[in-house]
């Protein structure tokens, strides 16, 4: 049997017999592994070594811990589009970090209560749900992955059943800019972005969503869950390809939803087998059919963190943020004083609201609060009263409001809010004032929400 030379030392050379061949184009050497093959136009490659250290060139080493590299370049674009660095999730507030408005809430309304820019959307509902940001258990997956907060909803008694028109959902909305300038080419099917998240349920079910988009025509990507193991944290993954219907508009306006429902019922669903594809609006679409067995049980209780949505085929690593960073992205869309001490303060009730007010008028003070970043839009202003949950301080005075008179001012822009009291006498026309809280339960909430 003919031996394979190969050179050595300058000495000379060592020849190697084959132990095993495979036709007459491969080749497999004895102590390495290595396999040699010859392709068709005669070319010879290498399609396996078995090696603790594998030098390419004089630049780059293979080894056991990763690669080596000098002097050259590493591509990137096979890794998820090339999309690993910068900010990836378009997402704000995916881990539940910030509750501006508060932990808990048991209120209606469909509007952001308690964890910034999701709310939990509720119809036909006999008894209104609760919502709160609760804390992620130790010692579980996710929280050994960073994640120390959920957003809860606790399903109240639903003593008529599953109607056609019930649902109860978790909503989250962004600008349409935020799409339109993400990187996705969304109308190409071949380009995609990629939606995970984490959930828990106490009973164990499957649950359904949705993704939509908002201009022009309307456009729904319904969703299934796996089925859930009661009380266990499961990550979803879904990989979502764009559509040549796709239209997202370069402005601060409502461009996309991202819905998951806790139930819905059969009068927004359609069946299964449209699911994972773009299909034209229609109030059928909201969601796959789904079994009611949650919606139906008293007190059932389900969670969700970690809500990514990205550029590219592939769920990457969660991008988790700093609270100051998370918190400054919130402030575009809702912006709170309170005397509570959870948004500054010592908490003893008295916090600035404007150091800057002027009486116009005896009886009408104006005062300019700017905002800590740009609020998307001019914003809305809702005050909870109270008796003297309000003072303002002026020639060495102060008097108390209970926040009525407070309102808010056509000059107000996006960024800052101009605060007008009207009716209650204050002090002197011309001087200067103090505008502060005085109870720990005062609150302004400044909101420019989608």
């Known amino acids: 049997m003919s ?32 396999i040699l093959s010859k392709d068709a136009a005669g070319a010879v490659g290498v399609t396996s070594i078995k090696s603790s250290n594998v030098n390419v060139g004089a630049a780059v080493t293979i080894t056991e811990s990763g690669i080596e590299a000098s002097g050259i370049g590493i591509t990137c674009a096979s890794i998820n589009g090339t999309q690993i660095g910068g900010r990836r999730n378009l997402i704000i507030n995916g881990a539940m970090n910030v509750a501006q408005r508060g932990t808990s809430s048991s209120s209606s309304g469909n509007t952001q209560q308690t964890v910034d820019r999701f709310y939990v959307d509720v119809g036909g509902a006999d008894e209104q749900p609760t919502q709160a940001q609760v804390d992620v258990a130790s010692g579980t997956t996710p929280y050994t992955l960073g994640f120390r907060k959920s957003y809860k909803i606790t399903n109240g008694n639903q003593t008529s059943g599953a109607g ?34 984490w959930i828990k ?26 089925s859930l193991s009661a009380d266990t944290w499961t990550k979803v993954v879904k990989t979502i390809p764009g559509n040549a219907n796709l239209t997202f508009n370069n402005d601060n306006g409502h461009g996309f939803t991202f819905s998951l429902q806790a139930f819905i019922g059969t009068t927004y669903t359609s069946s299964n087998s449209d699911t994972e594809t773009w299909v034209a609006y229609s109030s059928t679409k909201f969601a796959n059919n789904m079994t009611s067995t949650w919606y139906t049980t008293n007190d059932s209780t389900i969670e969700l963190t970690g809500v990514q949505l990205e550029v590219g085929p592939q769920a990457t690593a969660f991008e988790h943020r700093s609270a100051a960073e998370e918190l400054s992205l919130c402030r575009r ?19 600035a609201i404007s150091e800057n007010a002027t ?87 400044i909101s420019a929400e989608l």
């Not at 959902?169 to 990187?183: F, R, T, V, W």
């Open 3 to 34: 031996k394979i030379r190969l050179h050595g030392s300058s000495s000379g050379y060592t020849e190697i017999a084959p132990v095993a061949a495979s036709g007459n184009n491969t080749l497999t050497l004895p102590d390495d592994g290595t």
């Open 164 to 197: 056609g028109t019930d649902y109860i959902a978790y909503i989250m909305k962004l600008e349409a800019q935020d799409i339109a300038n993400s990187g996705w080419n969304y109308t190409d099917p071949n380009s995609f972005i990629t939606l995970s998240f």
């Open 201 to 226: 349920s106490s009973v164990a079910q499957a649950f359904s969503g949705s993704l939509r988009s908002v201009d022009g025509s309307v456009y729904h990507y319904k969703y299934d869950t796996p």
């Open 333 to 351: 869309y809702c912006y709170v004083i309170t005397g509570d001490g959870t948004q500054g303060g010592n908490g003893s009730g008295e916090v």
């Open 359 to 445: 009486l116009y008028q005896a009886t009408n003070l104006f005062c300019s609060v700017p905002f800590k970043v740009s609020m998307r839009a001019k914003p809305s202003l809702s005050v909870t009263t109270g008796t003297n949950y309000y003072i303002a301080y002026s020639n060495n005075g102060g008097t108390n409001l209970d926040g009525s008179q407070i309102s808010m001012n056509g000059n107000t822009g996006t960024e800052n809010i101009v605060l007008t009291n009207n009716g209650s006498s204050i002090g002197t026309s011309g001087h200067s004032a103090i505008f502060r809280t005085n109870n720990t339960s005062s609150k302004l909430t």
